[in-house]
């Protein structure tokens, strides 16, 4: 069963039918899948939720989705993991990272297009489309391959190799844009206006950005159903951020945790920056940037919903923070050599705020923090290939080898 009753308007609260539409046609403002709670409240409990999958689809209970439509290629339930060394170095007492590089594309937004694939194909959609920054059109790829779908995915032509052949091996229709994601957004929307295709960062943007609740749902029930006290999240669009809270607050309002003081911080390239820009202004209206950073998953110059994560930020007692390129590459090499994970670019940017934000006293240290690793490394070795130490290179000797070993020191 799934309880979603309409779509709301996030600015005027009119509501609209369950349609592939994403914008309320009275003042412009972005729409919101809208539930029953109190039947949410009456079908789901700890026990129900623990003994379902172990997949996103164990909270289907709370997805804007018919389940009988999933395409379930093993989105969710990532890890948990209690964090020793890196928390030893920042100096913090309690620190955990989701490490959502254990999704099937190796990206969180296998949260995301579990959603919209699964409305996509409840609207009877034969084609599944994106404007990415990468992640997404992995993950687009994938989930439409499994479903027999047809893939039409659109990315700016900078992308790393991995993130296009981490794509163009599910066999989409891959298009290349000589432009930034900025581009390539306008570009889709116009597409998605005269094509029937399910744009699912477009007209299903309702749906699938509420697979990104799953993430809050997912922390509370592995810290024994409750929420942290600050969380650390990167921002591309701002969605990921406001979504997580929406779901922490939801699981609060229907009663499977109890408290909820949890702080939102954000995280973003120095390079591609409105949103903590604005923060750091002291504003909630953000200023559009050109993006310039290593971390182009995070590359979105004008963020539909940074006006929103000013608003939690704002509301939680959050902060927001940014990392240069050169800080990106240590962080993704400080949490390698910490915790043995191999982030992206974005990890660079979420291991180097919470960092500042330890730093400068915006995170207490004994405050129980969960970080958000939302996307692998092997996507983006271009970003840190130079910067490990060589490999020792010798002839199929061991004495060779000695020798070499004993010059390390
Ligand atoms: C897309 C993405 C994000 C954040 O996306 P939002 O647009 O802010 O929801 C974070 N990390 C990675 C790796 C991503 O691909
Ligand atoms: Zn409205």
Not at 5 to 16: D, I, N, P, Q, Y
Not at 164 to 171: A, K, L
Not at 289 to 311: C, E, M
Not at 354 to 374: C, M, P, R, Y
């Amino acid at each position: 069963m799934s309880y979603e009753v309409a779509l709301k308007c996030r600015e005027c609260g009119r509501k609209f039918e369950l349609l592939a539409i994403y914008s309320c046609e009275f003042c412009f403002g972005p729409l919101e899948v809208d539930y029953d709670y109190k039947q949410i409240k009456l079908n789901t409990s700890k026990k129900s939720i623990e003994n379902g999958p172990e997949s996103l689809w164990r909270y289907a209970s709370l997805l804007p989705c018919d389940p009988e439509y999933k395409v379930d290629i093993g989105a969710g339930f990532t890890p948990l993991i209690k964090s020793k060394k890196l928390a030893e170095h920042l100096g913090m007492k309690n620190l955990w990272i989701k490490n959502d590089t254990a999704n099937p594309t190796w990206s969180f937004k296998d949260r995301v297009v579990s959603m919209a694939i699964a409305r996509a194909r409840q609207f009877g959609y034969q084609d599944l489309a994106c404007a990415s920054t990468g992640n997404l059109a992995n993950s687009v790829s994938a989930h439409a391959a499994k479903a027999n779908m047809r893939a039409l995915v659109f990315m700016p032509d900078d992308l790393e190799s991995g993130k296009v052949i981490g794509s163009s091996i599910y066999n989409p229709i891959l298009t290349m844009i000589d432009g930034n994601y900025d581009d390539v957004n306008r570009v889709c929307t116009e597409l998605a206006a005269s094509n029937d295709w399910a744009f699912v960062n477009i007209n299903m943007r309702p749906y699938y950005a509420e697979g990104s609740r799953t993430l809050a749902f997912e922390v509370a029930e592995q810290l024994g159903w409750r929420a942290p006290d600050h969380c650390v999240v990167p921002m591309a669009s701002g969605s990921l951020f406001t979504k997580i809270w929406k779901g922490f607050n939801e699981i609060r309002n229907i009663g499977l945790i109890k408290d909820l003081n949890t702080r939102m911080s954000g995280a973003q390239a120095s390079g591609c920056s409105p949103i903590s820009t604005a923060f750091k202004n002291g504003s909630v209206n953000f200023i559009p940037q050109k993006p310039k950073t290593i971390a182009r998953s995070l590359a979105i110059g004008n963020p539909a919903d940074g006006y929103y994560a000013l608003k939690v930020m704002e509301e939680t007692n959050g902060a927001a923070e940014m990392a240069s390129d050169e800080e990106i590459v240590d962080g993704i090499k400080l949490l390698a050599e910490s915790e043995g994970i191999f982030a992206e670019t974005a990890g660079g940017v979420s291991v180097a705020c919470l960092k500042k934000l330890v730093a400068s006293g915006v995170i207490n240290t004994d405050e129980e923090t969960v970080l958000f690793i939302t996307g692998a490394g092997l996507k983006t070795i271009e970003a840190v290939k130079d910067e490990m130490n060589p490999p020792i290179m010798i002839p199929p000797n061991a004495e060779e080898f000695m020798a070499e070993f004993n010059k390390l020191g």
